[in-house]
Structures are given as C-alpha cells and as structure tokens.
C-alpha cells in the first residue's frame, strides 16, 4: 500500500514544483519507488507523454526526477490559458474543451472522479506519491469546488506540507495567513510547514520559524537555502523566464521576443546553458538587437493574438530589418506559423472564424485545425546530417513552396520550411540534442560545450542532496499517509 503527502504553497511561484522535484529524486536515492501527481495545473508549458498526452512540463522534470516515463496520471487535468479569462482544458492527456475561468469555477468539481481516478492509478504503482498543490489554499474564493488543494487532499484524504517562501518578504504572515483563513477541516490536513528560498545564515531565522510554529502548532520541516542552480532545470512559469535570459559574455546574440503567450518555452534552456550563447528575451517596449545574430519565435497557445502582440511591439519591422542584414530567423510551432504568409482559423480554435496575415518570410501557409497533433519524433537536420530528437504539440497544418525546401527529416518524413536564412519546425525541444545543437551553433559561429541531458541530471542529483540535507525526509514520511489504491 502506497503512502503519499502534498506539498502546498502559501502562493504561486514559492518553489513547489522544484521542492517536490527534489524530494522526489532524494526519496528515488532512498531506493523507494516513487511518483509525481498534480490534480489541477495552469501551465502553457506542456510535455508529450510516453501514453500519447500532454501534461505540464513540471511533472515531466519530476517523473524524470523519478525516474520513470511522464505519464497523463501524473497530471490529470491541465489548463492552458489562451486568453485573459479563458483556457483549454486538458483531461487526462486529451483535449476535453474550452471554458472560461468562470465556467471551470462553477464545473471544476465535475473532474474530481478522473483526479482520483488517476492518483489511485498511480498510487498502485509505487511505494510514495508526492502530491504538488496549485497556487495557494488561502485563495477562499476558489474554495468551493476545488481539486487542486484542499479540495483533492480532504476527498483524497492525504496530509498536507505547507510551504512559505522568504524570498518574497512576509514569509511568517503567509504561514499563519493561511491558517487563519482555513477552516478546521482543511487545518487538520496540514501536518508541518517549510520555508523555501533562504538566502545567507539561516540561525538568523530561528525565532521567526520557532514564532511560526508556535502560532499555528505545526511542526517545521525545514528552511531550506536558495538552490542556486535551480535555473538549469526547465521552467514551468512564465514568471520564470527572466532567468533563462542568461548572458553568457563574448559570444553570439539569440534574440527571444517575450510574447504575452508564450509556450513551450524550456526550448530556450540548453541556449541559456551554452557559454558561448548569449541569449536575451525581449519584453515589450524594448527592440530587437540590431547585433542579434538569431531571432528565435518558439511556441504560443495563441499564434494569431500573439502575432497581433508582435506587431503591436514593432517587432515585426524589426525582423523584417534584421533579415536584411543578413540575420537568421528560426520559428518554432507558433512561431513557425508567424513566419508564413497566412494563417487561417476556419473552425474559431483561438477566437472569431477568419483569416490574418502572417509575417510572410515563409511562403507557407497555416490551416488551424481543431486536432491536436502530439507526437514524440526523431530524425535529422537535413543541412548537417546531425541527429535530433523531441517533440509535437500544436493545432494546424502548414504547407507550402518552401515546405519543398525541408529544414529536418523526422522518422522518414520531411519536416518544416526553410529559405536561406529563414527556417521553421514544428518539432520541440530540438535543442535538447548535442549534435544538432553543436551544428546549429557551428553555423551562427559559436561553439556548443555541454552535454545536456547530463547536466540537467546532475542538476538533480544536487537537488535531491540540498532536500536531503535541508528538508526533514524523515519527518515527511513520518506525515504521510497510507492510500489504498
């Protein structure tokens, strides 16, 4: 029989997604079997899983972390905004609609079943779920139906870990806040708390985390210091992306407009890593380098709202400029369909029916179609013969004269278009692949030095040290409870 334990924040953005990570690579270090499970995510960061679905990009890095496959269990239901106010709702993988932030409010109760479903699924496989809640169960509006916090721990009847963060100032109203707004129910759920994102002698935090337990009766798990390399991880939040803007000195400029939908984006993180890369995300109001030596576009959850962004930024002459200086200009899934010369929404996927011009340096033409296209893909860069590998997640078809000129050749298929110094795919994380990145680089002039995949698991053997240095292990497993599956 499993037992399992939910890690909550006193808010978004406090370090739940990588805690949990760590815990679970330290607990896998343990020899147990473990799994990741989030109820309910809101994330435009997704991963193609190895049943065929999507779930958040988080869970995939835990079930890594775990060393297992991410599977569409370990995050039954994902939301993927596309405007202010509305989003996809995923189920358990697949694609179950669109609603507004007010309708899901009023239907979320509906999913638990296939919350539960999938957590007793996942929970027959292992020895420890560790659980990751969503934003805050402080948030008392979002009570009433809730499958992401409280909600999920009450029908699931699994304990709960709060947890504060420092870095952000009030870290002792956040933790007694939530008590307080809580009622007794939820209260009894919550078995210890811990602080995350310390920065320098963490002595100087005693009384307050002694003051902490005193006014709530809950036991301290840890205060855990800052884990500085936690940047090499790939992001799930968007708040997150200032970090991979990580120059690296002398070496060539990559260029990533910030457009208000932005997905997919861990694409940008073996560049960040690469030395010789100095890669810069430009925010609204700042232009395009003319020193850029690429403009990368990666993937949007709402290409044409997103192209209307580009524009409205001015970007779009300042692609339009560096092209003429001679620049390359990679699109990649919503970026690609940018490039092209049309994309046509028919079926209202992303809004009103109709038809936009696209920024025209592909003579391709992109069709939104209500069939998501996942798949994960390998092949080669056509121009170097390098390998690479990763993955699909988008809604349309492109075609074109330049799809005749192929940028990759994907299990026995050309893929993308290309003209001189123009290129687009649809396939994610190609930059995840030592060859291709090495090549691709090699062309822009600069020189690859790391070995991605390696790094990013020592970057989680570190993390699973720094919890099991920092973090009670002894007493989380003590606080967790027994499930039957």
């Known amino acids: 029989m499993a037992k399992a334990i939910m890690i909550q924040g006193t808010g978004s953005n406090v370090g739940k997604s990588i805690i949990v990570t760590g815990i679970l690579r330290a607990l896998r270090a343990r020899g147990l079997n473990v799994r990741p499970f989030k109820p309910q995510n809101m994330s435009n960061n997704a991963a193609v899983t190895s049943d065929g679905g999507e779930i958040g990009r988080a869970q995939a890095l ?32 697949k694609v179950a609609g669109q609603q507004e932030a007010r309708a899901f409010g009023r239907n979320k109760i509906d999913l638990m079943p296939a919350v539960l479903e999938s957590f007793q699924r996942l929970a027959a496989q292992c020895d420890v779920v560790v659980i990751e809640g969503a934003g805050s169960p402080a948030e008392t509006n979002l009570r009433a139906g ?8 009450r029908a699931a009847g ?20 939530t008590k307080a707004v809580l009622d007794d129910a939820d209260n009894a759920l919550i078995k210890g708390f811990c602080v995350n994102k310390f920065r320098g002698d963490r002595s100087l935090f005693d009384a307050g985390r002694d003051d902490i337990a005193a006014r709530t009766g809950w036991r301290s798990l840890g205060v855990l210091p800052w884990f500085e390399t936690a940047y090499r991880l790939p992001a799930e939040d968007v708040m997150d992306l200032p970090a991979r803007s990580r120059s690296g000195g002398a070496g060539i400029v990559i260029a990533v407009p910030q457009l208000p939908r932005i997905a997919n984006f861990d694409d940008l993180d073996p560049l960040a890593a690469e030395p010789s890369v100095d890669l810069r995300m430009i925010t609204n109001g700042t232009a395009i380098p003319a020193e850029a030596d690429l403009v990368l576009l990666v993937g949007s959850k709402s290409t044409i709202a997103d192209l209307a962004a580009l524009r409205e930024a001015g970007w779009d002459i300042d692609i339009a400029a560096h092209i003429r200086r001679g620049g390359h200009v990679l699109g990649l899934c919503g970026g690609y369909q940018m490039l092209g010369k049309t994309i046509s929404d028919p079926d209202g996927i992303e809004g009103a029916s109709g038809m936009v011009a696209g920024l025209g340096h592909l003579d391709v033409q992109t069709v939104l179609e209500p069939l998501k296209h996942l798949a994960q893909r390998s092949g080669t860069h056509i121009a170097s013969g390098a390998d690479v590998s990763g993955y699909e997640i988008h809604m349309g078809a492109t075609t074109g004269l330049d799809c005749e000129r192929p940028w990759l050749c994907l299990d026995g298929f050309a893929e993308g278009a ?15 692949s030592d060859s291709f990145r090495a090549a691709y680089l090699g062309m ?40 039957s599956a």
């Open 62 to 93: 835990q079930a890594r972390a775990c060393g297992v496959a991410p599977h569409t269990d370990m995050n039954p239901v994902l939301l993927k905004p596309q405007t202010a106010t509305g989003a996809q709702v995923i189920v358990q993988g």
């Open 146 to 153: 809730d499958i992401a916090n409280m909600g999920f721990a």
């Open 158 to 177: 699994v304990p709960v870990i709060l947890m504060g963060d420092i870095d952000r100032g009030g870290v002792i109203a956040q933790i007694v806040g």
């Open 418 to 432: 290309s003209t001189g110094r123009v290129y687009g795919s649809y396939l994610h994380g190609l930059f995840a």
């Open 444 to 483: 822009l002039g600069a020189q690859a030095s790391i070995v991605f995949e390696d790094m990013i698991e020592e970057t989680l053997d570190a993390l699973g040290q720094h919890i099991e240095t920092y973090f009670d292990l002894d007493g989380l497993l003590a606080a967790a409870a027994e499930v």
